[in-house]
């Protein structure tokens, strides 16, 4: 009788993604380097629609809102795909999947159903005041997630 594949698994990751170089970067650090057989990664995207909020919602023209959000689609069907490509040609076994709503909530939430070991997530580097105004989803996932956090910060050659 197979085993299910359930039981193969030894760790659950959750891989955050938001299309930058930087968690394409962190998501290429863990399958070179951490990557073990058995491991589950869920790589997961939630888009945060930043257009729609320059949109002034009494004088939103509804066909503008609703080419920021077919774009929005386009762009994630696209990371979607490139993402299960990478994970198929780095042999990592998984999903790459889409969240809606508050990009660190989601990630935490993801984590917590998935009964996940690690969270990876990049680190864009704003700086204290952007990041004061604009608040990290890699802050929000340090200071909130019950598991380990690896952010991943891009190695700077001089």
């Known amino acids: 009788m197979?085993?299910?594949k359930e039981r193969n698994i030894t760790r659950k990751i959750i891989?955050?993604?938001?299309?930058?170089q930087i968690s394409m970067d962190a998501f290429k650090w863990y399958a070179e380097r951490l990557h073990q057989e058995g491991d589950y990664v869920v790589v997961l995207y939630t888009p945060e629609f930043r257009n729609l909020t320059?949109?002034?919602v009494m004088a939103a023209d509804m066909s503008l809102v609703q080419?920021?959000?077919?774009?929005?689609?386009q762009r994630t069907d696209a990371l979607l795909k490139k993402m299960r490509e990478l994970m198929k040609t780095s042999e990592v076994q998984g999903e790459a999947k889409q969240s809606q709503g508050d990009p660190g909530e989601q990630i935490v939430e993801a984590a917590n159903e998935l009964d996940a070991s690690l969270i990876i997530t990049g680190s864009r580097g704003l700086g204290t005041l952007r990041r004061t105004f604009?608040?990290?989803?890699s802050d929000y996932v340090v200071h909130h997630a019950h598991i380990?956090?690896?952010v991943y910060k891009p190695e700077h050659k001089e």
């Open 2 to 4: 197979a085993e299910s």
């Open 15 to 20: 891989i955050a993604v938001d299309g930058s």
């Open 54 to 56: 320059h949109v002034s």
């Open 67 to 73: 080419k920021i959000v077919d774009d929005e689609k």
């Open 134 to 137: 604009l608040g990290s989803v």
């Open 148 to 150: 380990p956090v690896l």
